[in-house]
């Protein structure tokens, strides 16, 4: 037993030596020069956003170019440069239930992007709110206080809401609907009863950077 | 560039506009009632969704099984019929369906989930006046949480309909390991689905038949809704016709969150705890017990059991000679029937 591992650990190391060093030497990474106006770097975004069958809606939110840079490296003899990007997201949503009416709410998050293009202008992104907040709307609600019965004005409840999303998109250069997006989003809701609600949604939208000159 | 921006932001802001009206609109029409209704009590939102005809200011409110059923889960045929003739008032429990809220696993209990539904009859008091009169029915869970409802106060109901209604989980392990063995004896007599019933002697075998646990419940739990199934393969029982709940209706992940969280909190304190035998005798209001003869879920002895027990003066028996757990979705019309002339003779 001790000696399969010690093979094992030499093998690992070895594989770490050769494999690994071997891309790092072949990689080149160059930081991009980013434009100092704010309209340049920010882009706006909208789309539908909701689960299809329960719960559809509208979100709207922009994005803060913050880092860029090019990654460069040979594969196999073919060199390929992807665009490594972490944005400021923030984002506003609200969906809804047509069928039951319990089912309503509105949200914001705000958070990172990390986005990754390749030349075709295909991107793949990740994207982290950790600031998130749900606020459900209930149609008409009473609160029973012992034998007092009131009707709730605005009646809904609020939640911490953080969200992961995970999507592909396309990039249009240049053009003011500059992208399209495809999320797959993950938003716990806490507390939610008597625990955290784990909730999932589909998001897809358009991009538009109005700086941009060409339609 | 700017005006088509402004026209898209129009179009947007009407969009949720609508959206959220739509969310909140209700019909409180009394014949023709389609309303969906919050009731906010200690720390949960618990929708009650109204409907049916209640000129007479009738309501059934119906409490589902589970713990963590669905409040329209009842729908279907035989409801539409009662709906026709009264209000009636689906209602999600505490941490059930589409509820909602914050609070505590410690203030979750029976006791507090039978306080909601007295608040849900207040809450109906307060939408549609005070001269606002009650029935109450429960099915599988709701069959005890409704003698725990009643048992706090009774004075709002005109009567209680107990369908196929758990009133003591405390000896039902102990009571589904008796009646398999009695059915599975008397299919294999009938040359029924041999097979599956040679196998659930096969499963009792694993279970303990002396001490409950958890998970020796939920197995047999599972196996009766099998041996239903099984026999309605062989004609015992009707087929069950569709409910009337639409997928849209919920949302079926939170559904499914609901109901694992509500009963792991639950599970505890209902199975081989709770029993309301001995307090049956208190109920003194009209009482109507409704059950399938092949019950696999809660057997037989329970109905016989509920009606020996229950201390009313005016009951009534009465079996369902081709259902199992659900009469009111095996034979609709005739529970339809019985629930009509049970209202209509203590309104």
């Not at chain 1, 950790?130 to 034998?147: A, H, I, K, M, Q």
């Not at chain 2, 038949?209 to 009766?224: G, H, P, S, Y």
Request: with cysteine; aromatic share 14%; proline share 3%.
């Amino acid at each position: 037993m001790r000696r399969r591992s010690r093979l094992l650990l030499l093998f690992l190391f070895q594989f770490a030596l050769y494999s690994y060093g071997q891309n790092k030497s072949k990689n080149q990474t160059a930081n991009t020069q980013l434009s100092e106006y704010f309209w340049d770097r920010t882009e706006f975004k909208a789309g539908f956003v909701g689960t299809v069958f329960w719960s559809n809606g509208l979100s709207i939110g922009a994005e803060y170019l913050w880092k860029e840079n090019e990654k460069t490296k040979t594969r196999k003899g073919i060199v390929r440069t992807n665009t490594h990007q972490l944005l400021f997201n923030g984002n506003l949503g609200f969906v809804t239930n047509f069928a039951s009416k319990t089912d309503t709410g509105a949200y914001t998050n705000f958070g990172l992007i990390w986005r990754r293009t390749n030349k075709k202008g295909k991107q793949f992104s990740i994207e982290l709110n950790p600031l998130g907040y749900y606020r459900s709307f209930l149609p008409e609600t009473y609160e029973v206080n012992g034998d007092s019965v009131d009707k709730v004005f605005l009646p809904g409840r609020g939640y911490y809401a953080p969200s992961l999303s995970v999507g592909i998109g396309k990039q249009r250069k240049g053009k003011v609907r500059s992208g399209s997006y495809f999320n797959i989003n993950y938003s716990p809701r806490f507390n939610y009863n008597a625990g955290t609600l784990p909730t999932f949604s589909l998001q897809y939208g358009f991009r538009f950077n109005f700086k941009n000159r060409k339609q | 560039m700017k005006q088509p921006l402004i026209d898209n932001i129009k179009i947007v802001v009407l969009a949720i506009v609508t959206l959220f009206f739509n969310a909140c609109s209700n019909d409180h029409t009394l014949t023709e009632l389609d309303a969906t209704v919050f009731v906010r009590h200690k720390g949960a939102d618990m929708p009650a969704y109204i409907k049916g005809n209640a000129s007479e200011k009738i309501f059934l409110i119906t409490l589902h099984g589970g713990p963590g059923g669905l409040g329209l889960g009842f729908r279907g045929n035989a409801f539409k019929q009662i709906e026709d003739n009264y209000g009636v008032v689906y209602f999600d429990q505490r941490g059930s369906g589409m509820s909602q809220g914050n609070y505590s696993e410690d203030d979750v209990t029976i006791d507090l989930m039978a306080e909601d539904v007295l608040a849900l009859v207040k809450v109906i008091k307060r939408i549609y006046g005070n001269d606002s009169r009650f029935f109450l029915l429960g099915h599988s869970w709701g069959g005890a949480l409704g003698p725990a409802t009643l048992l706090k106060n009774q004075s709002e109901f005109l009567g209680w309909i107990n369908v196929d209604g758990s009133h003591s989980p405390k000896d039902l392990y102990f009571e589904y390991i008796r009646n398999f063995e009695r059915v599975a004896a008397t299919q294999i007599e009938l040359g029924n689905s041999v097979p599956f019933w040679e196998s659930v002697y096969d499963e009792l075998d694993m279970v303990d038949a002396n001490v409950v646990t958890l998970d020796d419940f939920n197995r047999l739990n599972n196996l009766a809704f099998d041996a239903e199934d099984y026999l309605k393969d062989d004609d015992l029982i009707n087929n069950a016709e569709n409910g009337n709940v639409k997928v849209s209706d919920y949302n079926v992940l939170t559904f499914i969150w609901n109901i694992l969280k509500i009963q792991s909190i639950l599970d505890d304190d209902i199975i081989g705890e709770l029993t309301f035998t001995d307090r049956l005798s208190e109920i003194t209001i009209p009482s109507l017990i409704l059950w399938g003869r092949y019950d696999m879920v809660v057997p037989e002895l329970y109905a016989q059991e509920a009606f020996d027990n229950l201390g009313s003066s005016e009951k009534r028996l009465v079996f369902f000679e081709r259902s199992g757990h659900s009469p009111m979705f095996t034979e609709s019309n005739l529970f339809a029937e019985e629930v009509l002339q049970f209202m209509n003779q203590n309104k």
